[in-house]
C-alpha cells in the first residue's frame, strides 16, 4: 500500500478544485513544498496547533471526497488495465485485448 504521504499528494492531485485557497496553500505548503507546521504558521501568523488541525481535517476531506467520487481508484485500475493491455500487445496475444478494454470501458 502506499505511504500516507504519496496517497494524500495523489488525492490532492484529483480534489484540490474542491478545497478553498487557504486549504490548497496549507495542503502544499505541507505536503508538495515539505514546509514544517512551524514555517507554515509563521507564513500565515497563525498557531502550529491550527495548521495541524486544517491540515486533518483536510486530509479527511481529500478520503471523504475519494469514498464518494472513487477518481484515484478508476486511475489506478486503468493504469493497470493499460499496462496488462500493452504487455499483451507485447506478447501478440491480440485475442485478450478485447476483454481488457472492455473492462476499462466499464470503469467510466
Known amino acids: 500500500m502506499l505511504d500516507k ?5 495523489a488525492l490532492y492531485d484529483f480534489y484540490q478544485e474542491l478545497l478553498t485557497p487557504k486549504q490548497q496553500s ?5 505536503y508538495l513544498e515539505d514546509l514544517s507546521l512551524g514555517e507554515i504558521s509563521e507564513t500565515f501568523d497563525v498557531s502550529r496547533q ?9 486530509e479527511q476531506m481529500l478520503e471523504q471526497y475519494e469514498r464518494k467520487l472513487g477518481l484515484y481508484e478508476k486511475f489506478q485500475n ?11 500487445l507485447q506478447a501478440k496475444q491480440f485475442d485478450q ?8 470501458l466499464e470503469i467510466e
Open 50 to 58: 491550527a495548521i495541524y488541525d486544517n491540515i486533518r481535517r483536510t
Open 97 to 104: 485485448l478485447e476483454k481488457v478494454f472492455d473492462q476499462m
Open 5 to 9: 504521504t504519496t496517497r494524500i499528494n
Open 78 to 88: 486503468r493504469q493497470s488495465l493499460l499496462e496488462e493491455a500493452k504487455q499483451l
Open 26 to 30: 496549507y495542503m502544499e505548503m505541507y
